[in-house]
């Protein structure tokens, strides 16, 4: 048996806890049952298992990683001849044993009754092992970005979770005649909704144990978010034109290009997200130049940023986008929707301008986590973005100067001058920011 | 010698543990630079140096830990950075600052150490029952960890490190937190394991102890090894000699013939019975000797005496720079 699991199993299911599992819960549904027979046992049942295995199987899962490093037993777990796979399902499937347990003596009794709806059971369960994989994965990442400091990371690694099974929960309560309309097939909401929450549940599972790998002291190569992020790109490129798609479906290249500015805008925002939730900082920067100078390919990669293939696919895809708007001779005339209309004709202007807002973004968390020293710099980065996405845009538009906001927004309106030069000027301040800090750090490593 | 990482033919040598060039960067500062050494199998080295030398760091790089930023780290014929887990099964580790699950038991906790390092379960009991046997925790096999003295915390974390016969053993302060009979019997089992082929690195400030059963001595001092050499080479090879003068009788002049000496230094003045520090060779000490006895001393004796651990540590220490960081 895989010793971790093995070890959990020991830790999470004493005999006192086996025991008083099914005393507290059949106590529960036999009160539930003398009140009202039937459909109170089941929906209070529904309730147990979402609470077990959401509230509780993800903090379980957040803290299962964390709850260690406080103890000072994960270098002893990191150390363990242990597979990155084998220490990943051992500690999600092991820290929520118990819960889990729980759960199952649940199902019996929310399968009771007469209006027992066994895709609402398999919703729970789904969007229960969501929350608590979602749960391990952000404790991973928490812990690599930030493993000095470790006040509240198991909450902050439990909201992750919570906000996730939210998000799912929401798209899995679908109406049942619904369809989706996805590459031009037409499946129903039900199931197109649970394989896709299957698929994402999957997909973070994979990301548990890519970040292991790391824990683990493997070399990783930046394969894993590159394949989510193009994975998600895909995915999300297929939901469009959707419903506009009476808009554009005479139109010249007019859906490719809707496709691949979902799939673009994706990359980009996912791109971000994994520059922000990477480790980070001068020595990484400077081992990743040093090995662009002298290492082999393999080595290189292994010290890549995750950023790095993202910047390229939203080059990549913003390319396309432009050769596509060039191919189709620009002929975009929906007087139904002038914005649209709009966008559209100037969808290679906005590509460009994302890519570029991207590029400045990406140099502002590095400049800002690049001195070890500076404490809450990513908190210092988010306060930046939404004074500069939010706050300063909004201050423009008061003033009656709205002509001004493609300067710090992406926007698909306005001429390539206003939307492209403002951006451009900013990736070169900010490039010279960072060259400043490298240089004021390197002699500072120098001189030490 | 300097050692070049890339060019080094690492297979050649038979050295369990091969270090070459080896940095290591913090965000602000650097805490190892280029350090190259080997361990031969079957020793056990003392590793010294004074805090925030880069000791931990260095214990860390070799468990494979921490990923340096140059260098290469070869523990028995494999990369660190290519084969961790590979390493890991071959390697035990008991750092400074370590924690135990508090709700296993001894045996479970020694069981599950054993299982995670790839003990086969058929072995288990007899291994979990050998490595409490050896560290004096048989009759609480059955004890939850969490209730533990501090030093019998100890001894189970050693236990732990031990339990999967690692070819390497690497232990940091394991001495702390055990009383002197406890810490006797570490001694006398770190050079059992030696004995059975174990090759050990032990890291603490206790160096009397080190002394008992070391066979080498590493210092690193700022990030760099100043010293790597066999214990008697390294008193030997110290940059200054301790002698000792004994006169016939009493005599309070020589002291004060010593003290106006150039090279001199540490004198230990009990009259009949001097021992001092002199910085010079074999001739410097002939001199030494003709200008007390033209003193007018009766000195009946001059030799030098054998520095033991502390003295080296504290002369190189002292002087700074050692050899050339690498043997």
């Not at chain 1, 000072?72 to 819960?99: C, E, N, Y």
């Not at chain 1, 301008?353 to 001195?371: K, S």
């Not at chain 2, 790839?118 to 288990?124: A, L, M, S, Y």
């Not at chain 2, 394991?193 to 066979?215: C, F, K, Q």
């Amino acid at each position: 048996m895989n010793p971790e699991f093995r070890r959990n199993l020991l830790l999470e299911l004493t005999l006192h806890r086996l025991v008083a599992m099914p005393l507290i819960l059949l106590l529960l549904y036999g009160a539930a049952g003398l009140i009202d027979y039937g459909d109170t046992v089941s929906g209070i049942a529904g309730f147990v298992i979402l609470i077990l295995l959401v509230a509780w199987g993800s903090r379980l899962a957040a803290d299962a990683v964390l709850g260690e490093v406080a103890g000072r037993t994960w270098d002893s777990q990191r150390m363990s001849a242990l597979g990155p796979w084998s220490m990943s399902w051992g500690k999600l499937a092991g820290s929520t044993i118990f819960v889990w347990y729980g759960a199952a003596l649940s199902i019996p009794a929310a399968l009771y009754g007469g209006n027992a709806d066994l895709f609402e059971l398999l919703r729970l369960l789904l969007v229960g092992l969501f929350s608590q994989v979602l749960a391990l994965f952000a404790s991973l990442a928490i812990q690599r970005l930030r493993p000095e400091r470790l006040r509240f990371h198991v909450t902050q690694a439990q909201i992750v979770g919570l906000v996730g099974a939210l998000i799912l929960w929401n798209l899995l309560k679908w109406d049942y005649t619904d369809v989706v309309y996805w590459y031009g097939f037409a499946p129903g909401n039900v199931e197109f909704s649970f394989l896709s929450g299957l698929i994402f549940t999957a997909w973070c599972c994979f990301g548990i144990y890519r970040l292991m790998r790391a824990e683990l002291q493997f070399r990783c190569w930046p394969v894993g978010w590159a394949g989510f992020t193009l994975f998600c790109a895909v995915y999300a490129a297929g939901f469009m034109p959707g419903r506009i798609s009476d808009f554009v479906v005479d139109t010249p290249g007019g859906e490719a290009i809707l496709q691949l500015l979902m799939a673009h805008i994706v990359i980009a925002g996912l791109t971000w997200l994994g520059a922000f939730a990477e480790p980070k900082g001068f020595v990484r920067l400077r081992r990743w130049r040093d090995t662009i100078r002298s290492g082999s390919p393999r080595e290189i990669l292994s010290v890549m940023p995750s950023w790095t293939p993202g910047l390229l696919m939203a080059l990549v895809t913003g390319a396309l986008i432009v050769v596509t708007a060039l191919l189709s001779d620009g002929r975009y005339h929906y007087a139904a929707d002038k914005y649209l209309s709009a966008g559209l004709g100037s969808a290679g202007i906005f590509s460009a301008a994302l890519l570029l807002f991207l590029l400045r973004d990406i140099g502002i968390i590095h400049f800002l986590t690049m001195d070890g020293r500076a404490k809450r710099a990513l908190l210092s980065a988010l306060v930046y973005f939404a004074a500069l996405y939010a706050l300063l845009p909004t201050i423009l538009f008061a003033l009656d100067l709205e002509d001004a906001i493609p300067a710090l927004v992406p926007s698909p309106m306005g001429n390539s001058v206003v939307v492209i030069v403002p951006v451009l000027l900013q990736v070169a301040v900010v490039g010279g920011l960072i060259g400043w800090r490298w240089a004021k750090l390197a002699r500072a490593m120098q001189s030490a | 010698m300097t050692l070049d990482a890339a060019a080094y033919d690492h297979s050649a040598s038979t050295a369990v543990v091969q270090v070459r060039d080896l940095i290591y960067d913090y965000p602000t500062a650097r805490a190892l630079f280029g350090v190259s050494f080997d361990i031969e199998p079957g020793s056990i080295t003392a590793l010294v140096g004074p805090n925030g030398a880069g000791k931990t760091t260095l214990l860390r790089c070799l468990a494979a830990l921490e990923t340096p930023y140059s260098g290469s780290v070869v523990v028995d014929g494999l990369n660190v950075e290519e084969h961790p887990r590979d390493i890991h099964r071959r390697l035990g580790f008991l750092q400074d600052f370590f924690g135990l699950y508090d709700d296993l038991s001894v045996r479970q906790c020694l069981d599950h150490h054993a299982a995670a390092h790839g003990v086969p379960w058929v072995e288990r009991p007899a291994a979990v029952e050998q490595s409490a046997e050896r560290l004096g925790l048989a009759d609480r096999l059955d004890q939850k960890a969490g209730t533990l003295s501090r030093g019998l915390r100890q001894r189970l974390a050693v236990a732990q490190a031990i339990i999967h016969r690692p070819n390497l053993l690497l232990l940091d302060e394991p001495a702390s937190g055990l009383d002197p009979e406890a810490r006797q019997e570490l001694s006398r089992l770190l050079v059992t394991l030696r004995d059975e082929g174990m090759t050990l690195i032990v890291s603490s400030h206790i160096l009397a102890e080190l002394e008992d059963y070391s066979t080498h001595m590493m210092i690193v001092r700022d990030g760099r090894v100043v010293e790597h050499s066999p214990l008697d080479q390294a008193a030997e090879a110290a940059p200054v000699n301790r002698l000792l003068a004994v006169l016939a009788q009493p005599d309070p002049r020589l002291a004060k013939i010593l003290h106006g000496i150039d090279g001199v230094s540490g004198v230990m003045d009990t009259e009949a019975n001097v021992g001092f520090d002199f910085a010079g060779d074999a001739e410097a000490r002939a001199a030494l000797l003709r200008q007390l006895v033209e003193a007018g001393l009766p000195v009946v004796e001059f030799r030098p005496v054998r520095l033991n651990m502390q003295d080296v540590y504290l002369q190189r220490i002292k002087n700074g720079t050692g050899g050339d960081g690498a043997i």
